[in-house]
């Protein structure tokens, strides 16, 4: 199955079936108290997190015309500079959240992350990575935003 392929949960799933086997990824099947943790510590309004309200915020725009491989170059070297921003390193346990197709919580390894991202950033969703402490948070739209930031203390 190529990264183009993985347009639901299932098809994710199965891509990222032996990491989830060898328990590098762990699977939360309900991710309300996930998306309850974000919101007592974000800013949010009905469109998800209020970026510009945060202490530390980093935007990022597509630019007109950008390719989707293009997006995904830009994704990855915004999630690298987040992983820097927020202290994260390659062992860091994260959560990885959907406000879409992803219904459950995928919690892994930055690392894990990194090597998965194509596939995971593609989803049509928003696509939101945090810390377990939640103090730091990162999304990628489908629409090509990426915004991430320092909760509010």
């Given at each position: 199955?190529?990264?183009w392929?993985c347009?639901s949960?299932?098809?994710?799933l199965?891509r990222?079936?032996d990491e989830i ?5 762990v699977?939360?099947p309900?991710d309300?108290?996930?998306?309850d943790q974000?919101k ?5 309004h009905?469109?998800?997190i ?6 530390i915020h ?7 015309g ?6 995904l170059?830009?994704a990855?070297?915004?999630l690298k ?14 959560y ?7 219904t459950v919580?995928l919690e ?7 090597t998965h991202?194509s596939?995971?950033f593609r989803l049509p969703q928003?696509?939101?990575v945090t ?7 990162f ?7 990426v915004?991430y930031?320092k909760a509010?203390?």
């Amino acid at each position: 199955m190529s990264d183009w392929e993985c347009a639901s949960e299932e098809d994710l799933l199965q891509r990222l079936s032996d990491e989830i086997r060898q328990s590098k990824i762990v699977i939360h099947p309900d991710d309300a108290l996930f998306y309850d943790q974000i919101k007592a510590k974000y800013p949010t309004h009905i469109f998800g997190i209020k970026w510009n309200k945060l202490p530390i915020h980093r935007s990022f725009e597509v630019k007109p015309g950008m390719s989707e491989e293009e997006h995904l170059v830009f994704a990855q070297i915004a999630l690298k500079q987040f992983a820097e921003d927020a202290n994260i390193s390659d062992n860091e346990i994260i959560y990885v959240l959907g406000d879409g197709v992803l219904t459950v919580v995928l919690e892994m390894p930055f690392s894990v992350l990194l090597t998965h991202y194509s596939s995971i950033f593609r989803l049509p969703q928003h696509t939101y990575v945090t810390k377990r402490d939640y103090s730091w948070c990162f999304r990628c739209s489908f629409e090509g935003h990426v915004d991430y930031g320092k909760a509010v203390e």
